[in-house]
């Protein structure tokens, strides 16, 4: 590294043509290489510590019970983790904030570290002294978070001495076997905790494809990957000569869509700029994820839109936005569309047109206000369009999921009108009206401000 007056920088030997200068040795770039691991266990240590430390002042006590009035519902109950039984449930969102990450990894970070601070001691010691990676302390984490104090203590007895001679996976498989030894009922509760916690779940691989990812139990696992790839044999003795995992995905795909079943209507938001052949910009989004203009006309096909007409048993909506500033004016249907397009006539057939203003109808707009509670049809149709997801940081919830939040409550005067009102998910939501020492604001440009006061 070079310092300077405009401060520091990383360079290569390639940068170094001195004749006075002597490249390190390939033990000293050893030594270099275990210097930087054991700073950075180091620094995850104490990243821990932090962690815990704020955690102890988010406690659950200030929660409301759950299955009250703004307390979790029966799904979130489903979801704690138990190494967060006492925290409050906002303390993971506000670590998503603080570190700039998705809940899902700031509630693993949360997890990690109060389970190494409050029942791993000896591995917490381990990972500052730099004996132990990031990646072996997690394993320590997983298999003895869950079990006694007792057990945790014994396991951690015999495998950290020689734990610098492991890596992770042989690791994993020494714990399994000490566990199996030691407490075999905690293996079984650690079965029960991933059965409780079962979902399906997509993942996008960034090319314009996604992983599907079901949690089942393994022996059912094992069944439906075998179904799939019988069903993709009978493909291949049929003549169809994609590849073998190709005909796996749509075979598994089929069995669950059934296309030859009726089903929903798809929802997809197209922007009709967008869908010239070569644009680079995105036309699409399906479950908001983007979709590339040359992937619109199949997707159209399939909708039965491509003529703009409303698929089969669906409707179509048109969101109209600014040119210039590219915010949301308003979303209608074709018939509303041509009443604010046209309009009606204000001057007799036959007489000239002086103005353009004499052919203007309703202003196209966003729905107005409504002195009730509840919002109307036309707001949460405008305001899901606008905001696509829960419009808290990070969270990417679909809006058709989400509450309409008042950003400021009603019941302070808050107008029940686009200006104030919002997506949030339940669980944000929840936390917006209930969750203590939080601050929300909704700018008049649709901004969210979101904040957490210190104590």
């Not at 002042?57 to 138990?82: I, K």
């Not at 990972?127 to 057990?151: K, N």
């Not at 029940?416 to 604001?441: D, S, V, Y």
Request: contains cysteine.
């Amino acid at each position: 590294m070079i310092e300077g007056e405009g401060g520091s920088r990383f360079i290569s030997a390639d940068d170094l043509s001195f004749d006075w200068y002597v490249p390190p040795s390939e033990t000293e770039l050893v030594a270099d290489i275990w210097s930087a691991d054991a700073r950075m266990s180091r620094q995850v240590a104490a990243r821990a510590v932090a962690i815990d430390a704020l955690a102890r002042r988010r406690r659950a006590t200030g929660d409301r019970p759950a299955g009250s009035r703004g307390g979790a519902g029966r799904d979130s109950v489903a979801l704690w983790r138990h190494g967060l039984a006492d925290v409050s449930e906002t303390f993971v969102p506000e670590l998503a904030l603080i570190r700039g990450c998705s809940e899902r990894e700031a509630e693993r970070i949360a997890v990690w570290a109060l389970v190494l601070v409050r029942h791993l001691p000896a591995s917490l010691e381990a990972l500052h002294e730099g004996r132990l990676t990031e990646g072996t302390a997690a394993v320590l984490i997983d298999l003895l978070g869950p079990v006694s104090r007792e057990v945790a203590d014994e396991v951690q007895r015999r495998v950290l001495p020689d734990v610098q001679t492991r890596t992770a996976p042989q690791l994993r498989a020494k714990v399994h076997r000490l566990l199996a030894q030691l407490d075999a009922e905690a293996l079984e509760e650690r079965r029960r905790e991933a059965a409780r916690r079962a979902d399906v779940r997509h993942h996008t691989t960034g090319d314009g494809m996604s992983q599907l990812v079901i949690d089942l139990p393994t022996p059912r696992a094992a069944a439906c990957t075998d179904a799939c790839d019988q069903y993709a044999q009978m493909l291949r003795a049929d003549g169809d000569q994609r590849p073998i995992g190709v005909l796996r995905a749509a075979a598994a795909a089929d069995l669950i869509l059934r296309p030859w079943e009726e089903r929903p209507p798809v929802t997809a938001h197209a922007q009709l700029s967008g869908l010239g052949e070569g644009s680079s910009k995105p036309a699409a989004e399906v479950s908001g994820h983007v979709v590339t203009a040359q992937q619109c006309p199949e997707l159209l096909v399939e909708l039965d839109a491509v003529g703009l007409r409303a698929p089969e048993g669906g409707s179509l909506q048109v969101a109209v936005s600014d040119p210039v500033t590219g915010r949301l004016v308003t979303v209608v249907n074709q018939r509303e569309l041509r009443r604010g397009a046209f309009g009606r006539r204000t001057r007799r057939r036959g007489l000239p047109v002086d103005s353009p203003d004499d052919l203007s109808g309703a202003v196209v707009g966003p729905p107005g206000r409504t002195a009730a509670y509840r919002p109307t049809a036309g707001q949460r149709r405008f305001v899901q369009v606008r905001d696509r997801t829960c419009r808290w940081p990070g969270c990417r919830r679909r809006a058709e999921w989400c509450d309409l939040d008042h950003a400021v409550a009603h019941a302070d005067g808050g107008a029940t009108g686009c200006e104030n009102l919002c997506c949030r998910c339940r669980r944000h939501h929840r936390i917006k009206t209930f969750g203590p020492g939080w601050a929300f604001g909704l700018d008049a440009d649709g901004r969210l401000r979101c904040a957490r006061r210190a104590v």
